[in-house]
């Protein structure tokens, strides 16, 4: 396994996944080439947790614009992690 500062980059903070950390759901920016082992056993060296569930998605780009000026987003993989029930993870 890679150190797991090669696989998880940064939380994903949005309105929606912090409400979900209530219930034990976190999301993470991964490596777009970790699979869901490698992100569980990630996840539980990092922080020290009982990973239960692990699901995976690719974001599609999305069209921006500046004044005359257009562009898209960055693609990336985010990895929807449920953790074991009483157990959460401190940012």
Not at 8 to 34: D, H, M, N
Request: proline residues 1%; without cysteine.
């Amino acid at each position: 396994m890679k150190d797991y500062t090669d696989i998880i980059y940064s939380p994903v903070v949005t309105e929606k996944s912090v409400y979900a950390t209530q219930k034990g759901v976190y999301t993470f920016k991964v490596a777009g080439s970790a699979n869901k082992t490698q992100i569980k056993k990630a996840v539980e060296a990092a922080f020290g947790v009982n990973v239960v569930n692990v699901n995976t998605l690719n974001t599609k780009s999305k069209k921006k614009r500046v004044g005359k000026y257009t562009g898209k987003t960055k693609t990336y993989k985010k990895a929807i992690v449920t953790l074991a029930s009483g157990q959460s993870i401190e940012f």
